[in-house]
């Protein structure tokens, strides 16, 4: 597959693949998908705020933050093939010949490679999510009033990619080898990451809320 492949699809055709009994694309890529929607929407708010007298104090906050969601908005569209490219691969190695027991060694190694790929991609969704989520809470309090919930689907959007990518490395980390250091690595980070994202993601909602009320 070539990186753009699925990203360069009309969004018809991409939803219709989500929705087809074809393995890829998953949950994973979906997740990725969404938490690039959150860093165009938190780049979106910054640039309705940017060159607005009413929010001249705030411009140099929102022009900080928008650079950082265009490259958050772009790292994460990228996400989108690399989830489908590393479970091709782990089923792909799956399907390795295992009669003889070279043929065993060589699929168990191929599957082991493939899986630690497949845990790693999601769980750099991860990271990358969260860290939108917290651009979107710096962005709802400053931001444009009138795209303020806009500002409130970005937080959602983050913490769903975030949320979901978690499920695709935890669903991977029982695959790996007992004494990999990525299942042990991946669970505690995780941990910590979907803990920060329920503070995160109330205080974003709060801060939105309040602005609309």
Known sequence: ????ELTALPLTDFVAQL????????GGSASALAGAMAAALVAMVAQLTIGRPAYAAEEGQAREILADAERLHAELLALVQRDAD?????????RLPKAEALERDSRAAAIEKAGTTATEVPLETVR????????ALRMAPIGNRNTVSDAGVAALLAAASARGAALNVRINLPGLAPDAPLRTAAANELDRLEADLGRAEAQALADVAARMA
């Not at 597959?1 to 753009?4: A, I, L, R, T, Y």
Request: aromatic share 4%.
């Open 128 to 135: 990358l999510a969260a860290e939108t989520l917290k651009l």
């Open 86 to 94: 590393a479970y091709t691969a782990l089923v792909e190695a799956r």
């Open 19 to 26: 929705a087809s009994g074809a393995p890829v694309p998953g």
């Open 1 to 4: 597959m070539s990186e753009s």
